[in-house]
């Protein structure tokens, strides 16, 4: 066992530090970290407009209040792609090592470009005449919702780069010591802004003359279908899962390297989600980013809320019995560490099996029941560390079959991680039960 865990160990330390040493990761997680208050409020008020539940929508609509619950979504998660921009090139610019002034450039010149690049123009059918309008000056609001967040994270990512080599170089208009900083920054961030307008528009030149016609729909076609089956495959979900409780086995924060990844596989379908749910229309996608919490690693890492109602239930020993009262209430709110590091279960190979093995079964359980009807698939409001158990299952599902499903699913870890912990607890009360004759 102990060549084993040392030869995971020499695999997996160095795996989990190239990621968090990733610039571009750090740039899409920080971005997407910043963005969460913005999709969360679109989330929570297309939930409050679309609960499905008869009486209230009854009386939301009644009372008039069913459209004004409807107007945040369009600013928020319909036009996600226009905050992600933004944000993910504001943190990528902090990741290379500019200040907050020039990191705020770098982030307003991501946003022109990614906007210089949507072409212009809308057509539409009128609904009382059904004649075909085309409106030139219009801009398109889909690619600024979730299906431009590709072009939003690439270009987040790429732009900032490109600001950054003009000031590494020392490249721009210098100004007498006597300006203010403030607008010496400002002359300074022109000639890189110049740059990137025309790369931009250079980039959507060169798109409209393939067959996408734009360089979103460019990067959405060549993207989207890998990037959507690779998330849409329950084995990379579960892999992610494999990848971060076997890192939290060796004490190293692996939620941190398996959200990084999700981010970038998960957001976009989970948005899609959002949307058809507060459109009324089927729900597109079965895995989506609410599953990590809500199936996978409920109370936490591990599925740690199996193990905390272990603690809770049948512990006999003083010492399990003490951590109780700290585990318990952790990770009724998704907050595994006082388990990770008080049980422990870092460096523990009795608790490495159940550690692997539980949230797996917890999310393959989950996955069956929505694939064969008898939960619907989640509505796509993120459910975030934080997020109390069952409450988690009522945000990701709104509907009471998903919080029936967790119970079921914290039930079965449950009893995957009991015959462990009693093997851990029996040894613990032996060692209390000695430890006064040694005395």
């Known amino acids: 066992m102990d060549g084993f865990i040392e030869k995971l160990q020499n695999v997996l330390v160095p795996f989990s530090q190239k990621v968090n040493n990733s610039k571009i990761l750090k740039g899409i997680s920080g971005g997407f970290s910043a963005m969460l208050p913005v999709v969360m409020v679109g989330a929570i008020f297309t939930l409050l407009a679309s609960l499905n539940i008869g009486p209230y929508q009854s009386f939301i609509t009644a009372i008039g209040l069913k459209p004004l619950l409807a107007i945040p979504q369009d600013f928020t998660t ?80 790429l732009f900032p780069y490109i600001h950054n080599f003009f000031i590494t170089k020392n490249i721009g208009i210098k100004m007498p010591e006597s300006v203010p900083p403030m607008i010496s920054k400002s002359f300074s961030a022109l000639i890189p802004a110049l740059a990137i307008a025309f790369i931009a528009v250079i980039l959507r030149t060169l798109a409209g003359m393939t067959s996408y016609g734009s360089v979103t729909m460019l990067i959405y076609g060549l993207l989207k279908a890998p990037l959507t089956a690779l998330a849409a495959s329950p084995l990379t979900f579960i892999l992610l899962l494999i990848i971060c409780n076997i ?38 996608n079965i895995i989506i980013q609410p599953a990590w919490f809500a199936m996978g690693n409920i109370g936490g890492s591990g599925c740690a809320m199996g193990l905390c109602l272990c603690l809770a239930l049948f512990s006999r020993s003083a010492r399990y019995k003490a951590l109780n009262k700290i585990s318990l209430p952790a990770g009724l709110c998704g907050i595994s560490e006082p388990m990770v590091f008080g049980f422990p279960l870092v460096l523990n190979p009795v608790m490495l099996i159940p550690m692997i093995v539980a949230p797996i079964a917890t999310f393959l359980l989950g996955y069956a029941a929505m694939a064969v009807g008898l939960v619907p698939y989640m509505v796509g409001v993120n459910v975030s560390t934080g997020t109390p158990v069952l409450l988690s299952a009522f945000a990701a599902w709104a509907d009471w079959r998903g919080i029936v499903l967790q119970a079921v699913l914290v039930a079965v870890s449950v009893a995957i991680y009991y015959p462990f912990f009693r093997a851990c607890d029996n040894q613990a009360l032996k060692e209390e039960q000695e430890a006064p004759a040694e005395a």
Request: charged letters at 10%; a negative charge; proline letters at 2%.
């Open 78 to 157: 319909n036009m996600i792609s226009v905050y992600a921009v933004f944000l993910i090139a504001k943190a990528e610019a902090s990741v290379l090592g500019m200040d907050e002034r020039d990191s705020l450039a770098s982030g307003v010149m991501a946003l022109m470009a990614f906007l210089i690049m949507i072409p212009l123009g809308v057509t539409g059918t009128d609904a009382e005449t059904g004649v075909v309008v085309n409106v030139a000056a219009a801009v398109n609001t889909t690619f600024l919702g979730s299906a431009g967040l590709f072009t939003a994270m690439i270009v987040g990512i």
């Open 247 to 284: 890192l939290w086995f060796f004490g190293i924060h692996g939620g941190m390297v398996a959200t990084s990844i999700m981010a970038a596989l998960y957001t976009e379908l989970t948005l899609e989600n959002l949307a058809a749910y507060g459109a009324g229309q089927a729900l597109p």
